[in-house]
């Protein structure tokens, strides 16, 4: 069963616009990582959340967690059109990582 | 450093056939996991080994085994391959951070 879902399945935005994307889990949990995959390759890791943190930032990328709500959201800001990959969120339960089904995300130039 | 390396990156079965999937990591991390990624979905987990010499299943571990060989290799064995096996597998290892690094990818398809 998978711990994360995204919200929404697919996004297309023209270049430049805010990309943003969100995750819904269900149980308690460690923490909860952000992925990225190109078409094709394997998943590169973006950013990590801790549940006793609210939000993170990395470059473009501002994620926001709500422990409350069972929720995350990923922001990437001044999208190009080589952030056009799929999002995965992962929640970490224990020294396993759960993830949901993704976001294709198109960004159109 | 290579990371995480994976072979073969593709590779094609037929029904009852076996095969081993083969990874290894250079960061010297004690975990490594092997995931298999269907159409449409997220990862999901086969097995994993948190430390040498360990292995645990994960979500979906039947018709697979694995090996923990050494610190650096993990490998995935189909013993009687099926259809329904075809998918794409990962394997990954995760540092101190609980950050996971994966590898290209191995193509499996079963006929």
């Known amino acids: 069963s998978q711990q994360g879902e995204e919200d929404p399945q697919a996004l297309s935005i023209q270049e430049g616009e805010n990309a943003t994307m969100n995750c819904s889990y269900k149980?308690?949990?460690?923490?909860l990582q952000w992925y990225r995959q190109n078409s094709g390759r394997g998943l590169v890791h973006l950013i990590l959340i801790r549940s006793n943190e609210r939000e993170k930032h990395s470059g473009r990328l501002r994620v926001t967690l709500d422990t409350s709500k069972k929720s995350s959201s990923l922001l990437i800001t001044a999208s190009r059109a080589a952030d056009t990959a799929s999002y995965f969120c992962?929640?970490?339960?224990?020294?396993?990582?759960?993830f949901g089904a993704g976001t294709i995300l198109r960004v159109k130039s | 450093n290579a990371g995480v390396t994976q072979t073969p990156k593709f590779q094609v079965l037929k029904t009852g056939q076996s095969m081993t999937l083969q990874c290894a990591q250079d960061m010297n991390h004690n975990s490594m996991y092997w995931y298999r990624q269907d159409p449409g979905m997220g990862l999901r987990l086969i097995y994993y080994?948190?430390?040498?010499?360990?292995?645990d299943k994960g979500e979906v571990p039947n018709g697979y085994n694995v090996s923990r060989l050494n610190k650096r290799e993990f490998s995935l064995r189909l013993e009687s391959a099926a259809p329904s096996q075809t998918s794409v597998y990962f394997c990954a290892s995760c540092d101190e951070t609980d950050t996971q690094y994966f590898g290209p990818g191995t193509r499996l398809t079963v006929l």
């Open positions: 992962a929640t970490d339960r224990g020294n396993k990582l759960v």
């Open positions: 080994s948190a430390s040498e010499g360990t292995t």
């Open positions: 149980t308690s949990i460690n923490n």
